[in-house]
């Protein structure tokens, strides 16, 4: 079980379905509440999602994700989650040689979906992820020794910003071999610092990032 430590509330959570891919606790300032998502693997090995509102649900309510039979042949290549504002879903999709990103953004307040597929396409074998980027959904790689960083516009219009971020990587002049394994994962605050995965420890370096238009 999965406990709630409130002294109000005092709640253990029912077990949410197995497995579970990513599991996150929201609050939410304007009602005061907190829910709780989790995205989970069914029998037949789809992703789907259930929601619970902590200290009112007794049980886990299903939230569909929004069907992809729209796209043809095309076929999931990985489902990527990122909580921003929203629950973003991501999913990397081939089309033939490219890569297309469809996002799919949980309003957990409205427990409603918006989904859109951005027009932009990319080389199928691009290492493409997703990362928080002062409080934006934005999605990162690497090329030779710098990063790139394409943020997503939240909003009504659900497109890339017109402005590519430019990231010079130094310290991977000193070692390669870090970039096989390094997956960025958020840049926040004031300071010029971004932390990175790699192999299951979460690293920080001091960077200077480069507009482009």
């Known amino acids: 079980k999965h406990r709630i430590r409130n002294h109000f509330t005092h709640q253990i ?23 709780v998502v989790s995205i989970y693997t069914d029998e037949k090995h789809n992703r789907d999602c259930e929601i619970l509102t902590v200290g009112t649900d007794e049980q886990w309510r299903p939230l569909k994700l929004p069907s992809i039979s729209n796209l043809g042949e095309r076929k999931i290549v990985c489902i990527r989650s990122k909580m921003i ?25 409205s427990e409603c979906f918006s989904s859109c597929t951005i027009p932009q396409s990319f080389p199928l074998g691009l290492k493409i992820s997703a990362m928080n980027w002062h409080g934006r959904l934005a999605f990162p790689y690497i090329e030779g020794e710098k990063l790139n960083v394409m943020v997503f516009e939240n909003g009504k219009e659900q497109k890339m910003s017109e402005r590519k971020i430019i990231v010079p990587l130094k310290f ?13 994962s958020s840049a926040h605050g004031k300071t010029q610092k971004i932390w990175f995965w790699i192999k299951e420890k979460k690293l920080k370096f001091g960077v200077l990032a480069l507009w482009v238009l």
């Open 13 to 35: 959570l029912p077990d949410p379905k197995i497995p579970s891919y990513r599991m996150r606790l929201i609050g939410l300032a304007d009602a005061w509440d907190f829910k």
């Open 85 to 109: 504002v929203y629950f973003h879903i991501i999913r990397l999709i081939a089309d033939g040689s490219n890569l297309c990103i469809r996002v799919d953004s949980l309003g957990v307040d």
């Open 172 to 184: 991977l002049e000193e070692d390669q071999s870090m970039k096989e394994n390094l997956v960025p």
